[in-house]
């Protein structure tokens, strides 16, 4: 009897080694396994389109920014400049004569029409200025993804993707189309202005194709590659 039972504990001590160093295999396998599914795992359409339209969305909205009230030319603001002119021929202001005794202020009034005008576009900001004027912030367009054209893998955490986006205009838009009737109206100078200065631009142009490059954060989230 006393032999058995030290048999049979040489065969328990001899098994748990060999129960720990199976455990020890099984976890080794299990992680590679993981992290060798994990960098299989590619960049698939449905992320590339968002991380793309969220980049797009982070390049902000173009906007006009320009007062009504007693307008002092400065260097922030020139009520002399092609961007008032412009508001001025398509009836959204009244731009009057110069005043004081250097003639660089000058009365800028919103008509009914501009009233009218900006209540058709959202997102439009006011604020009085300390000088009494009031300021106001008219978006103009923003970029829109077209869509996402190919995905390139460069490694299992870096990736280019291509794709198409173009302008979403307000009607604020529409009279800055650099290709339009009114823009076009401006001479070469002015024209140039509207586009350096007050966002005018060729807003229905076909669209852009730009290709943008991708990491893998920690996270499993992919964004745009930093170096």
């Not at 969305?57 to 307008?71: A, I, Y």
């Not at 501009?114 to 912030?137: C, P």
């Amino acid at each position: 009897m006393f032999e058995q039972e030290l048999e049979l504990e040489k065969q328990e001590s001899s098994i748990v080694p060999l129960l720990l160093i199976v455990a020890l295999i099984l976890t080794v396998v299990g992680v590679a396994g993981y992290y060798l599914i994990q960098n299989r795992k590619v960049l698939s359409m449905e992320e590339a389109t968002q991380v793309a339209a969220s980049v797009l969305k982070q390049q902000g909205t173009v906007t006009l920014r320009f007062h009504t009230g007693l307008v002092k030319s400065s260097v922030d603001d020139n009520p002399q400049g092609p961007h008032y002119r412009l508001l001025d021929k398509t009836g959204l202001v009244v731009v009057g004569k110069a005043q004081g005794a250097y003639g660089t202020t000058y009365p800028i009034a919103l008509t009914t029409a501009g009233q009218e005008f900006l209540k058709r576009i959202d997102g439009v900001t006011t604020a009085k200025e300390k000088d009494g004027t009031e300021v106001y912030e008219v978006p103009v367009a923003e970029r829109k993804l077209v869509a996402v054209s190919d995905i390139k893998m460069l490694s299992p955490t870096r990736a280019n993707v291509s794709m198409s986006w173009n302008w979403k205009t307000t009607p604020m838009g529409e009279l800055l189309d650099a290709s339009g009737p009114t823009v076009k109206s401006f001479n070469t100078w002015d024209r140039s202005t509207l586009i350096d200065k007050y966002g005018a631009n060729f807003y229905h142009a076909a669209p852009t194709q730009v290709t943008i490059s991708l990491a893998k954060a920690d996270n499993g989230t992919w964004q745009v590659a930093t170096e």
